[in-house]
């Protein structure tokens, strides 16, 4: 897995918007599709430099990525780019198949070497996999697809690569015709026997393909970038979520667009029977069809589907604007608002006072660089108005901390009393602020008398109780009904004119119900009310009384900031009719651009609805590799928190999906999380919910898989590890190998160098069944001797710092992984998690033994490793002073390599060492660790003359042991420490110090014979 490069991919793929799968619907915790792709990918194909590798695997690595490859993109590099040592990467396959997965490019390289940034997008070759662009690119997405093939089919009996390579190409071939007959048929949504034959042909030259391809399941899929990523590669893609929500996102995500997203031509007659005259008048020139000249004889559609959501959105958009579009007036110009800025009010609890005021943290409205803008407080007696004003505000903030100061009479109201006035009477509503847009940006006003008028609540009574939730939200501290507000009903998160807007929507949105399915197949009819009932839910997700006006950026967000719903003091509300931010087009234009980005993939997804672990959900050893990304104790309530767009999808989808929306709110029971309201309040059976569902799951994945399980764990402490270790093992399943990546990394210049923190990690297993026990004894020489000869291999791969750990601990697990019991002297079973303290330790060891130093120059770099500057309890300080070294805490601490703090220790950084020790690495005997980082300190100061003489004392000649050691110290320091810099710096000198330093030697020569 070539990590870095997936992982600056993936910290990308976080900022990417159009097109984006995580544009169509809100879901927590979405793994980044480049580690989706490259996971699924390398599940499915074998290491070309394993012996068991089928010899038609190896020759078609070598006929796909090999040399003669036009420019041979898939060279492996001349020196590894992270490392600053000559470090070169062999032309093996092996390699070869890991720079097709990922690799930086050529610009990145050659700049990163000159110190100068390139954008992200460019970071990566645009021959690589996981390339954001390499979705839509045939090329690449050809060879991953022709390597799954070969490495799906060739074994014992298929050793002939090309001939499985003409059997690709025959059975893609297939599909392409068979879609383009069916694409060009006249009026194909007429489903006619012509139509019927030729959907027919596609349909089964796609299963065809799929047929002789492996199959992939997500037993979590969420928002469903596993199964989009497996299908993408043309495998056969299975998802399954409990939560209904989650499920109609895949559907809308994996399923949909793959199918119906395509090329349509429609006579003229049909398309105006369809859609209407007018529509016929604003299609563009350039679609029109013209048979022999004359006028135009029908339409070709790119995308069937986009032109249907969105011409059905904008219908359903014109029927609700007749409806209520008065209650959002235009101003006096006939500029129509794009949001109203909205305060919740209290009493002031001085009774001689008892003004209302607005509780308001802060006054600004947008808040820029170039551009402030400030709601101005003038309070008269028990008066308060507004003025808006540009400039910086000067004024204190009336909400802080824990109370209110009441701007009229200066009493302090403590949030309790507000609680209790929000508990009986709710609190007030207060439209301070009209938002517009400009030609010179958004402009903020006062409202008018009108709008006042039509904010009243009083005017709203239309609203209809079946379509509003009353359902009750669940209590916890993470959402408002948890926190003593007397918020406790999903319908509370709304103002009445919201409840207003969102209650037409899904009155309009019956209706076109209706008229679709009388007009089009029930399948497709579907498909397209579902995006509308997506499109209302991205309305009701920023137009909710708990979303946020984003001051710097002045746009509305969503509440879910933190996987929580907290209580908000003040929120914008959308004018949906409006055409920006908020407004219903502007949530049509992300659902159509996904449609449009997600079409072009041939296959589509299956997606289930229930929860996994149910052994028959496939056949034993059906399922060729499972890859998944399962949920992690309580990090987040999933079915909590949707329940905010399950109460919404009840009322506009549950006719067309009854069983998924037969319960009152989102299951909760089957949920595989940790959450102790859902267990009396109890933690311990909460943890033990977790663990046996998680146990129970993975074995059911072990009876359905015949191949590989890869799971991706958002999580790398001890106790992550311990859950899914136990998960997996006690699923007769074995973990064969795990990697790093890093989904967060920090946009720094010299982003490949430096410690990587993971912050997530993939780990292989086999379904493999075990066998025999063995003592404790036996399996640490075997995981020592397993680690050593793994430490090597990584390396040249290019692993390091905390990848090379995490890789090399996977390893280190197999190996005890593949016995039943491993017991110690006394006859009794060796826990998981102390297997996994000698798996970490012999890593650790088998890391620290390739530094050529001194023994407190291998802690010092070893435990940077493992904890970075962080504080660490001293038992395991004490273990590891012990693993494959000989060191007293105590003495570490004398020598300043360790500070103490109470009951913890902490490795010091460069400056607080010298400050103790200000002659530290003056003396040529002294450690390494010493000289480096005297050199380091010297470099820092900028006393050239000194660091020059100082390296010529050491001998830091070109090859010489130090620049090796600081080298493996960079790779291991946390990035964007002061020390990481300046080790980093210190190494891009290395030429020019090292001439120099050979030089000093001359010249002091000289200056001797001077002398003499
Ligand atoms: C970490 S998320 C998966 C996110 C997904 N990989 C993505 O990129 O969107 C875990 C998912 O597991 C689902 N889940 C929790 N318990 C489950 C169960 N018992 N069966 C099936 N799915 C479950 C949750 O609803 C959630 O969507």
Same mark, same amino acid.
């Given at each position: 897995?070539?990590?870095?490069?997936?992982?600056?991919?993936?910290?990308?793929?976080?900022?990417?918007?159009?097109?984006?799968?995580?544009?169509?619907?809100?879901?927590? +915790?979405?793994?980044?599709?480049?580690?989706?792709?490259?996971?699924?990918?390398?599940?499915?194909?074998?290491?070309?430099?394993?012996?068991?590798?089928?010899?038609?695997?190896?020759?078609?690595?070598?006929?796909?990525?090999?040399?003669?490859?036009?420019?041979?993109?898939?060279?492996?590099?001349?020196?590894?780019?992270?490392?600053?040592?000559?470090?070169?990467?062999?032309?093996?396959?092996?390699?070869?198949?890991?720079?097709?997965?990922?690799?930086?490019?050529?610009?990145?390289?050659?700049?990163?070497?000159?110190?100068?940034?390139?954008?992200?997008?460019?970071?990566?070759?645009?021959?690589?996999?996981?390339?954001?662009?390499?979705? $839509?690119?045939?090329?690449?997405?050809?060879?991953?697809?022709?390597?799954?093939?070969?490495?799906? $089919?060739?074994?014992?009996?298929?050793?002939?690569?090309?001939?499985?390579?003409?059997?690709?190409?025959?059975?893609?071939?297939?599909?392409?015709?068979?879609?383009?007959? *069916? *694409?060009?048929?006249?009026?194909?949504?007429?489903?006619?026997?012509?139509?019927?034959?030729?959907?027919?042909?596609?349909?089964?030259?796609?299963?065809?393909?799929?047929?002789?391809?492996?199959?992939?399941?997500?037993?979590?899929?969420?928002?469903?970038?596993?199964?989009?990523?497996?299908?993408?590669?043309?495998?056969?893609?299975?998802?399954?979520?409990?939560?209904?929500?989650?499920?109609?996102?895949?559907?809308?995500?994996?399923?949909?667009?793959?199918?119906?997203?395509?090329?349509?031509?429609?006579?003229?007659?049909?398309?105006?029977?369809? *859609?209407?005259?007018?529509?016929?008048?604003?299609?563009?020139?350039?679609?029109?069809?013209?048979?022999?000249?004359?006028?135009?004889?029908?339409? *070709?559609?790119?995308?069937?589907?986009?032109?249907?959501?969105?011409?059905?959105?904008?219908?359903?958009?014109?029927?609700?604007?007749?409806?209520?579009?008065?209650?959002?007036?235009?101003?006096?110009?006939?500029?129509?608002?794009?949001?109203?800025?909205?305060?919740?009010?209290?009493?002031?609890?001085?009774?001689?006072?008892?003004?209302?005021?607005?509780?308001?943290?802060?006054?600004?409205?947008?808040?820029?660089?170039?551009?402030?803008?400030?709601?101005?407080?003038?309070?008269?007696?028990?008066?308060?108005?507004?003025?808006?004003?540009?400039?910086?505000?000067?004024?204190?903030?009336?909400?802080?901390?824990?109370?209110?100061?009441?701007?009229?009479?200066?009493?302090?109201?403590?949030?309790?009393?507000?609680?209790?006035?929000?508990?009986?009477?709710?609190?007030?509503?207060?439209?301070?602020?009209?938002?517009?847009?400009?030609?010179?940006?958004?402009?903020?006003?006062?409202?008018?008398?009108?709008?006042?008028?039509?904010?009243?609540?009083?005017?709203?009574?239309?609203?209809?109780?079946?379509?509003?939730?009353?359902?009750?939200?669940?209590?916890?501290?993470?959402?408002?009904?948890?926190?003593?507000?007397?918020?406790?009903?999903?319908?509370?998160?709304?103002?009445?004119?919201?409840?207003?807007?969102?209650?037409?929507?899904?009155?309009?949105?019956?209706?076109?119900?209706?008229?679709?399915?009388?007009?089009?197949?029930?399948?497709?009819?579907?498909?397209?009310?579902?995006?509308?009932?997506?499109?209302?839910?991205?309305?009701?997700?920023?137009?909710?009384?708990?979303?946020?006006?984003?001051?710097?950026?002045?746009?509305?967000?969503?509440?879910?900031?933190?996987?929580?719903?907290?209580?908000?003091?003040?929120?914008?509300?959308?004018?949906?009719?409006?055409?920006?931010?908020?407004?219903?087009?502007?949530?049509?234009?992300?659902?159509?651009?996904?449609?449009?980005?997600?079409?072009?993939?041939?296959?589509?997804?299956?997606?289930?609805?229930?929860?996994?672990?149910?052994?028959?959900?496939?056949?034993?050893?059906?399922?060729?590799?499972?890859?998944?990304?399962?949920?992690?104790?309580?990090?987040?309530?999933?079915?909590?928190?949707?329940?905010?767009?399950?109460?919404?999808?009840?009322?506009?989808?549950?006719?067309?999906?009854?069983?998924?929306?037969?319960?009152?709110?989102?299951?909760?029971?089957?949920?595989?999380?940790?959450?102790?309201?859902?267990?009396?309040?109890?933690?311990?059976?909460?943890?033990?919910?977790?663990?046996?569902?998680?146990?129970?799951?993975?074995? +059911?994945?072990?009876?359905?898989?015949?191949?590989?399980?890869?799971?991706?764990?958002?999580?790398?402490?001890?106790?992550?590890?311990?859950?899914?270790?136990?998960?997996?093992?006690?699923?007769?399943?074995?973990?064969?190998?795990?990697?790093?990546?890093?989904?967060?990394?920090?946009?720094?210049?010299?982003?490949?160098?430096?410690?990587?923190?993971?912050?997530?990690?993939?780990?292989?297993?086999?379904?493999?069944?075990?066998?025999?026990?063995?003592?404790?004894?036996?399996?640490?020489?075997?995981?020592?001797?397993?680690?050593?000869?793994?430490?090597?291999?990584?390396?040249?791969?290019?692993?390091?710092?905390?990848?090379?750990?995490?890789?090399?601990?996977?390893?280190?697990?197999?190996?005890?992984? +593949?016995?039943?019991?491993?017991?110690?002297?006394?006859?009794?079973?060796?826990?998981?998690?102390?297997?996994?303290?000698?798996?970490?330790?012999?890593?650790?060891?088998?890391?620290?033994?390739?530094?050529?130093?001194?023994?407190?120059?291998?802690?010092?770099?070893?435990?940077?490793?493992?904890?970075?500057?962080?504080?660490?309890?001293?038992?395991?300080?004490?273990?590891?002073?012990?693993?494959?070294?000989?060191?007293?805490?105590?003495?570490?601490?004398?020598?300043?390599?360790?500070?103490?703090?109470?009951?913890?220790?902490?490795?010091?950084?460069?400056?607080?060492?010298?400050?103790?020790?200000?002659?530290?690495?003056?003396?040529?005997?002294?450690?390494?660790?010493?000289?480096?980082?005297?050199?380091?300190?010297?470099?820092?100061?900028?006393?050239?003359?000194?660091?020059?003489?100082?390296?010529?004392?050491?001998?830091?000649?070109?090859?010489?042991?130090?620049?090796?050691?600081?080298?493996?110290?960079?790779?291991?320091?946390?990035?964007?420490?002061?020390?990481?810099?300046?080790?980093?710096?210190?190494?891009?000198?290395?030429?020019?110090?090292?001439?120099?330093?050979?030089?000093?030697?001359?010249?002091?020569?000289?200056?001797?014979?001077?002398?003499?």
């Amino acid at each position: 897995m070539p990590i870095r490069e997936v992982s600056v991919e993936s910290v990308r793929d976080k900022s990417i918007r159009h097109g984006h799968i995580s544009t169509l619907h809100l879901w927590w +915790a979405r793994r980044p599709l480049p580690v989706c792709r490259a996971v699924v990918f390398a599940s499915l194909v074998p290491d070309p430099l394993d012996p068991e590798c089928p010899k038609a695997f190896r020759k078609a690595v070598d006929a796909i990525l090999g040399r003669s490859v036009s420019g041979d993109p898939y060279r492996p590099y001349e020196n590894i780019p992270w490392t600053v040592v000559d470090d070169p990467m062999e032309d093996n396959l092996r390699n070869r198949l890991m720079m097709f997965i990922g690799k930086f490019s050529d610009r990145f390289i050659q700049n990163e070497r000159v110190g100068k940034n390139t954008p992200v997008k460019d970071q990566i070759s645009e021959y690589s996999l996981i390339k954001w662009e390499s979705r $839509h690119n045939k090329e690449v997405l050809h060879r991953a697809r022709k390597l799954i093939w070969v490495a799906y $089919h060739s074994g014992s009996s298929h050793e002939d690569a090309d001939a499985l390579l003409t059997e690709y190409e025959q059975y893609w071939n297939k599909i392409e015709e068979a879609e383009s007959r *069916y *694409y060009t048929l006249i009026d194909r949504d007429r489903e006619t026997p012509k139509v019927q034959d030729a959907k027919l042909a596609v349909d089964e030259a796609i299963a065809a393909f799929q047929n002789r391809m492996p199959s992939v399941f997500d037993p979590f899929a969420g928002g469903g970038a596993i199964p989009l990523e497996a299908a993408r590669l043309g495998c056969r893609s299975y998802g399954n979520d409990l939560n209904p929500v989650a499920h109609i996102i895949q559907r809308g995500s994996v399923e949909f667009p793959q199918k119906f997203g395509k090329p349509i031509r429609f006579s003229r007659e049909r398309f105006i029977t369809r *859609y209407g005259k007018e529509a016929w008048r604003n299609l563009p020139q350039e679609d029109l069809l013209y048979e022999n000249g004359g006028d135009a004889t029908g339409v *070709y559609i790119a995308n069937r589907l986009a032109f249907d959501v969105d011409f059905y959105a904008r219908k359903l958009l014109k029927m609700a604007e007749e409806e209520i579009g008065h209650f959002y007036p235009e101003d006096e110009h006939g500029k129509k608002p794009i949001a109203y800025y909205w305060a919740r009010t209290a009493r002031c609890a001085n009774p001689s006072c008892r003004a209302e005021v607005p509780l308001l943290k802060q006054f600004y409205l947008c808040k820029k660089k170039d551009k402030k803008v400030y709601l101005k407080p003038i309070v008269e007696e028990k008066s308060i108005r507004f003025r808006i004003e540009y400039g910086t505000s000067n004024d204190e903030a009336w909400v802080e901390g824990n109370s209110l100061r009441c701007p009229c009479c200066g009493n302090i109201t403590p949030i309790k009393q507000i609680k209790e006035q929000s508990q009986k009477t709710g609190l007030g509503l207060w439209q301070i602020a009209v938002i517009e847009n400009s030609s010179s940006g958004k402009r903020y006003r006062l409202p008018n008398e009108e709008e006042l008028k039509l904010a009243k609540h009083e005017v709203i009574q239309k609203l209809d109780e079946s379509l509003i939730p009353q359902e009750d939200m669940i209590i916890t501290p993470d959402m408002v009904s948890g926190r003593g507000w007397g918020i406790t009903k999903w319908k509370d998160l709304f103002s009445p004119r919201q409840l207003l807007a969102i209650q037409t929507l899904i009155q309009k949105h019956s209706e076109i119900k209706q008229e679709l399915f009388a007009d089009v197949n029930d399948d497709y009819a579907q498909s397209v009310v579902t995006y509308l009932a997506i499109l209302i839910d991205r309305i009701v997700a920023i137009q909710t009384s708990f979303g946020r006006w984003h001051v710097g950026r002045e746009t509305l967000e969503h509440p879910f900031a933190r996987q929580a719903i907290p209580m908000i003091f003040d929120y914008p509300e959308a004018n949906i009719f409006s055409s920006t931010t908020g407004g219903f087009k502007n949530q049509l234009f992300w659902i159509v651009t996904y449609i449009d980005s997600e079409s072009w993939n041939h296959f589509h997804s299956v997606c289930n609805n229930s929860s996994s672990g149910d052994i028959n959900q496939f056949p034993h050893k059906s399922i060729t590799a499972t890859v998944t990304d399962p949920p992690y104790y309580d990090a987040i309530a999933y079915a909590d928190i949707s329940d905010f767009f399950y109460v919404w999808m009840k009322r506009t989808l549950a006719d067309m999906y009854p069983l998924n929306f037969a319960t009152p709110q989102t299951p909760k029971t089957e949920e595989c999380t940790a959450l102790k309201h859902h267990h009396s309040g109890e933690v311990k059976k909460a943890y033990q919910h977790f663990e046996n569902k998680l146990k129970n799951i993975f074995s +059911a994945i072990e009876h359905q898989t015949s191949d590989i399980v890869s799971i991706m764990f958002a999580h790398q402490s001890t106790k992550a590890w311990t859950t899914l270790c136990n998960s997996i093992l006690g699923a007769n399943m074995n973990i064969t190998g795990s990697w790093a990546i890093d989904t967060e990394m920090a946009n720094r210049s010299v982003s490949i160098a430096g410690a990587a923190l993971a912050s997530s990690v993939t780990v292989s297993c086999r379904p493999t069944k075990k066998s025999g026990f063995a003592s404790f004894q036996e399996v640490r020489t075997a995981v020592t001797e397993v680690i050593r000869k793994e430490v090597k291999e990584l390396y040249d791969m290019g692993f390091r710092g905390a990848d090379l750990l995490t890789a090399c601990f996977g390893q280190a697990v197999s190996v005890f992984g +593949a016995y039943e019991h491993v017991e110690k002297n006394d006859g009794s079973e060796v826990k998981v998690s102390e297997l996994l303290a000698l798996a970490r330790d012999a890593a650790f060891q088998a890391i620290i033994s390739d530094i050529e130093a001194d023994e407190y120059t291998r802690f010092y770099i070893g435990w940077c490793n493992l904890f970075g500057f962080t504080e660490t309890q001293h038992d395991e300080v004490r273990r590891v002073t012990q693993i494959g070294l000989s060191l007293d805490v105590s003495d570490l601490e004398q020598h300043h390599i360790l500070q103490k703090s109470g009951n913890s220790q902490q490795l010091m950084p460069l400056e607080d060492r010298i400050q103790y020790n200000p002659k530290l690495g003056t003396n040529k005997s002294e450690w390494m660790l010493n000289h480096i980082h005297r050199a380091m300190y010297l470099f820092n100061k900028g006393n050239r003359d000194m660091l020059i003489s100082h390296l010529h004392t050491i001998g830091a000649t070109n090859g010489s042991s130090f620049w090796r050691v600081l080298t493996s110290l960079s790779e291991v320091l946390p990035g964007g420490t002061d020390d990481f810099k300046a080790a980093s710096e210190l190494m891009a000198n290395q030429k020019n110090l090292v001439r120099e330093a050979l030089n000093y030697q001359a010249r002091q020569g000289e200056q001797s014979q001077l002398d003499l």
